[in-house]
């Protein structure tokens, strides 16, 4: 008698590390320095990770969070190599400002599977920098998505990086202020929700609490030493990855936030439509060709 296979389990990783070789005004990790020490355990809590995935019979995808820039760290890279090169690997994705080494992913077995979301940031590199290095993954035939906080400093720049990109990969735009409307101009907001159709979801969250969610049924948050939430906004604790059993923790569970205004938490819920969308691409924001024009339904 076959027995129905497991769901593909996503995996949202956060260890250790919290420093990054960026200065932007609004990050708290801002030029923050980790120390060997520091970086040492984070090591050592990815390549744990890695076995642990190693290990594992059912499918599963992985997304990288740090709280700073982790591709200038070579563990990250090996442990993203490492992953693609497992059948029961389906995705590996990672955030990324794009300035680390990128020779590393030439020799990637599964380079399919590696997904970056690359943030630009106008004021810490110059466009012809950002651009030169999309190129190089392009050239590589590595996915990736590109975005940029929409601060209104910045939308002269992000008017030439949507033109200067090519036309399949996916702008991203994420919303500077949310306290209240009159942030944008009008005729600023029009171009904004035209080069990214899922750009209001950003700005004008829709109502979470109650809706189902994937997160904690098929999508768990795990930090460096294993503990699991169901995700990165929802601190409840449901156990550790390398001491329970998962089969016992995986069920539906509703939203118990009001709003959920980030991608990654939004990403999971069941009635807005971005599953779909960007299907395997889900987790590097990465859109399936030809869908990148719809819009949200709500």
């Not at 306290?179 to 969250?205: K, N, T, V």
């Not at 601190?235 to 118990?256: F, S």
């Not at 069941?270 to 859109?287: C, M, S, T, Y």
Request: glycine letters at 6%; a positive charge.
């Amino acid at each position: 008698m076959l027995t129905a296979q497991a769901p593909t389990l996503s995996l949202l990783y956060r260890g250790t590390l919290s420093s990054c070789n960026y200065a932007c005004g609004y990050c708290p990790f801002a030029k923050k320095r980790d120390s060997r020490a520091t970086l040492a355990r984070d090591a050592r809590e990815v390549a744990r990770f890695t076995s642990w995935v190693a290990a594992q019979k059912r499918d599963i995808s992985v997304l990288f969070t740090p709280w700073g820039e982790a591709l200038v760290r070579r563990h990250y890279r090996v442990a993203m190599q490492t992953l693609a090169a497992l059948p029961h690997v389906r995705q590996v994705a990672l955030q990324t400002n794009l300035s680390g080494p990128l020779n590393w992913l030439q020799a990637v077995e599964g380079l399919e599977k590696i997904g970056l979301w690359c943030t630009y940031h106008p004021d810490q590199t110059t466009l012809a920098r950002f651009l030169e290095r999309c190129a190089r993954l392009d050239t590589m035939g590595v996915r990736y998505s590109v975005g940029v906080v929409a601060m209104n400093e910045h939308l002269d720049a992000i008017r030439a990086l949507r033109a200067a990109l090519p036309a399949h990969v996916y702008l991203w735009l994420n919303a500077y202020d949310r306290r209240g409307p009159g942030y944008y101009r009008e005729q600023d907001l029009a171009w904004l929700d035209a080069a990214d159709p899922w750009f209001a979801q950003s700005r004008r969250p829709s109502p979470s609490r109650g809706k189902p969610c994937l997160a904690g049924e098929a999508s768990l948050s795990v930090d460096g030493d294993g503990e699991l939430t169901r995700c990165h906004f929802v601190p409840e604790r449901l156990g550790n990855l390398y001491v329970d059993d998962l089969a016992d923790m995986l069920q539906e569970r509703r939203c118990p936030r009001f709003k959920c205004d980030c991608y990654i938490g939004y990403a999971q819920r069941k009635d807005l439509p971005f599953q779909a969308v960007f299907g395997e691409g889900v987790l590097a924001r990465i859109v399936t060709v030809g869908r990148i024009s719809q819009r949200r339904s709500d």
